[in-house]
């Protein structure tokens, strides 16, 4: 008896070892994922240059600058934003205005989520409110499927919130500078679209929570807990309310000033060095860190759509569907359809990148006084498709790994995961009820 005992605990072990060991494994592919899709985007872009003799130089000739450098500028200026401790002070005051009710909490902190997504980077918006989100739910009573509703309205909602204006994400940023709308026309179409859409999402899944007990005295728990952790915090409003005028102004400049008169990342380095002679002047410390991944990532997919784009294939796509499809309306929901599918298959960077040369096209010729819209659709499409897979939005894999690292226990001591499978029902709900809503806009508005 002891013998079998020993052979079955044997088995046991060699299972455990073997699923250790391949969890492992898909950590550090989950860390070399964004190395390894820049060199694959590199690479694909290389191949196809050789196969359609597409001189590199005249890719790099007419590359994307302005977009790359709006991408770093307003990362950098987060950095000076995060450095006056208002996102924790914020974050801190939803926590205590939720009262630690798990519904609400989810709901107020998906709202926040939007909001800052709309004005600064996304995934810099998620790496503000992440600690004060892990301090809350490890004092908290959750459920993996808590967790895994909280963070799947999440990064939907910094997908929304990144679409809802002109430098919140990427595709946004491309749209910008692509001069198929102006900043302002951008801002007054998408921020109604997206704030709706955001609504409805942050309704829809806090109904999926489920109702609380009369646990009141671990709510008030977790919040002192979050307070007692965060009471240093000093609040630089001296500092931030000169940021907030210099933010105000880019916002101006990018609505007032044509481009061709300043060019959109001009005022974006503009802004940055006036924020930064303020902070300056202010003594403020600034640790002015960002990712060179995402930034390489970036640089990656714009060159992979530039070779793309002149081999005159998406010319030829766009000018077949304008040929097979008459009517106006149908024509564009076909491009949100197969938009947000590419962005869903290949994530959101390459599919702005590579379908922004169809849109132009399609702006060029009987729709093009409808542009305005069809930009804003081109966004949402692409919005819709980036909360479809992990890999597809900006900041998936990064929220991911930073929820895992986590250590978030559910009641039984286990701790929780949430990766590519625990999301994959998520994101086809989170799909559907932004492509559904986007479809029907445009259907009215066109």
Same mark, same amino acid.
């Given at each position: 008896m002891n013998n &079998? *005992?020993?052979i079955e605990n044997g088995r046991a072990f060699n299972k455990d070892k073997i699923h $250790?060991? $391949?969890?492992?494994? +898909? !950590?550090? =592919?989950g860390k070399s994922a964004p190395l390894i899709l820049i060199a694959?985007?590199?690479?694909?872009g290389s191949i196809v240059a050789l196969l359609f003799d597409v001189p590199v130089k005249n890719v790099m000739n007419n590359y994307s600058y302005d977009v790359l450098v709006i991408l770093i500028v307003m990362e950098l200026f987060t950095n000076l934003i995060a450095e006056t401790g208002i996102m924790q002070l914020l974050a801190i005051k939803i926590a205590e205005l939720s009262k630690g009710q798990k519904r609400l909490c989810l709901m107020m902190f998906g709202g926040m989520m939007f909001l800052i997504s709309s004005c600064l980077n996304n995934i810099t918006a998620v790496m503000m409110i992440l600690p004060i989100v892990f301090v809350l739910l490890k004092t908290l009573e959750v459920d993996r499927k808590y967790v895994c509703v909280f963070f799947a309205a999440i990064l939907a909602l910094?997908?929304?919130?990144?679409?809802?204006? #002109?430098?919140?994400?990427? #595709?946004?940023? &491309? *749209?910008?500078?692509?001069?198929?709308?102006?900043? =302002? /026309?951008?801002?007054?179409? @998408?921020f109604p679209l997206?704030?709706?859409? /955001? &609504?409805? +999402?942050?309704i829809f899944w806090g109904i999926h929570v489920k109702k609380e007990k009369n646990d009141g005295a671990i709510r008030s728990l977790a919040v002192s807990n979050l307070k007692s952790q965060y009471k $240093?915090?000093?609040?630089?409003? !001296?500092?931030?309310?000169? +940021?907030?005028v210099v933010f105000i102004s880019m916002f101006l400049a990018w609505s007032i000033v044509p481009q061709d008169t300043i060019p959109p990342e001009i005022i974006a380095v503009l802004g940055y060095v006036v924020a930064m002679v303020i902070c300056s002047v202010k003594k403020i410390k600034v640790r002015q860190l960002m990712d060179l991944k995402s930034v390489l990532t970036i640089a990656s997919f714009l060159f992979f759509a530039q070779v793309v784009s002149q081999t005159g294939l998406l010319n030829l796509v766009a000018a077949y569907l304008q040929s097979n499809i008459d009517n106006p309306k149908l024509l564009v929901m076909a491009i949100m359809v197969i938009t947000s599918l590419v962005a869903g298959a290949f994530s959101a960077g390459p599919a702005a990148a590579a379908m922004m040369p169809v849109i132009i096209e399609i702006c060029k010729g009987s729709?093009?006084?409808?542009?305005?819209?069809?930009? &804003?659709?081109? @966004?949402?499409?692409?919005?819709?498709?980036? /909360? +479809?897979?992990?890999?597809?939005?900006?900041?998936g894999f990064i929220l991911s790994g930073k929820v895992n690292s986590a250590g978030i226990e559910e009641d039984s001591g286990n701790k929780v995961s949430w990766g590519v499978g625990q999301y994959l029902k998520y994101g086809f709900v989170n799909y559907a009820i932004q492509l559904s809503i986007a479809l029907a806009v445009m259907a009215v508005v066109l």
């Open positions: &079998v *005992i020993a $250790n060991k $391949n969890c492992s494994i +898909l !950590d550090k =592919l694959i985007m590199f690479i694909a910094s997908n929304t919130g990144g679409a809802a204006s #002109p430098v919140g994400d990427f #595709p946004a940023i &491309v *749209i910008m500078t692509s001069g198929i709308t102006s900043f =302002l /026309s951008y801002m007054t179409h @998408a997206f704030s709706l859409t /955001s &609504v409805v +999402l942050i $240093n915090i000093e609040i630089r409003f !001296d500092v931030l309310k000169w +940021l907030a729709l093009h006084a409808q542009s305005d819209w069809i930009a &804003v659709a081109y @966004a949402a499409a692409i919005c819709a498709g980036s /909360s +479809l897979f992990m890999w597809s939005a900006t900041a």
